[in-house]
């Protein structure tokens, strides 16, 4: 076979496997075998993310966000107990962003509204 009827063969795999991938989409946090996963969007000049919330003390550095390959999507996930904990994103450590998606709000008191987690204790 030609080399670039090989080399085309190649490029058309990988752009059909990269079109079949799963594509990421800011959600409500997920709990997950490794933690709960929290994923946000943030505006394209970000230069980093956090997750804060009563789990850390609303620490805008314990729990750093990882830029996805997706989107400008950012993501990390935070192994927690069982309970209620309130959290929010922090963009470039000083602006608090209420969660777009969450499965509840709290009133956080300063005029915005805290996201809400609930991890259930694990079944035995």
């Known amino acids: 076979m030609p080399r670039w009827i090989a080399l085309q063969a190649a490029t058309m795999a990988v752009v059909a496997i ?8 800011p959600s409500a946090p997920v709990v997950t ?23 850390n003390g609303w620490s805008t550095a314990s729990h750093p966000m ?4 997706a989107d400008g999507l950012w993501e990390v996930v935070v192994s927690l ?3 209620e904990h309130l959290f929010m994103f922090v963009v470039d450590g000083t602006e ?29």
């Open 66 to 69: 990882a830029l996805t390959a």
């Open 96 to 124: 608090w962003v209420s969660p777009p998606q969450a499965e509840a709000y709290a009133d956080d008191g300063f005029g915005s509204r805290n996201g809400v987690v609930v991890i259930r204790p694990a079944e035995q």
């Open 33 to 55: 075998p490794r933690g709960v996963r929290f994923l946000v969007a943030a505006r394209p000049s970000a230069s980093g993310v956090a997750v804060a919330g009563s789990f």
């Open 18 to 25: 990269a079109s079949c991938a799963a594509r990421l989409t």
């Open 81 to 83: 107990p069982p309970g």
